[in-house]
């Protein structure tokens, strides 16, 4: 089993910053791919972003260029950290663990952490 556990959440006012952390523990070698998703209100849930335990990385298109995902796989952490950050950024956003690609669905969920970025 693997347990996700997230942080760094809050509100911001639109156009500033804030960085996710994700620290993951329990059977954790056999992650390979870790990732952040959110989900608005009404909406489905989406990937933002995800990175392999090699730094590979993959970006919803809409977000390339102002929130950059990272890995720190000494202290099993991944990162987003996020910029410029606009009203429609609110969200749960969850971070999710893969033990294979970023093609399918995560294989563990942390309990998200609320985003809200007021106008």
């Known amino acids: 089993q693997v347990r996700l556990v997230e942080s760094g959440g809050g509100l911001v006012q639109a156009g500033g910053s804030l960085r996710l952390s994700c620290a993951a523990s329990?059977?954790?070698?056999?992650?390979?791919?870790m990732g952040w998703y959110r989900q608005a209100p009404g909406k489905q849930r989406e990937l933002v972003a995800a990175?392999?335990?090699?730094?590979?990385?993959n970006y919803a298109d809409s977000l390339k260029g102002r929130f950059t995902i990272s890995r720190d796989n000494t202290k099993n952490t991944v990162y987003l950290q996020m910029h410029s950050l606009k009203p429609e950024d609110t969200a749960v956003y969850y971070c999710?663990?893969?033990?294979?690609?970023?093609?399918?669905?995560?294989?563990?969920w942390g309990q998200g952490t609320q985003v809200t970025v007021s106008s």
């Open positions: 999710g663990a893969h033990l294979g690609t970023w093609y399918h669905p995560p294989d563990y």
């Open positions: 329990g059977s954790i070698f056999s992650l390979n791919v």
């Open positions: 990175i392999t335990r090699g730094g590979s990385t």
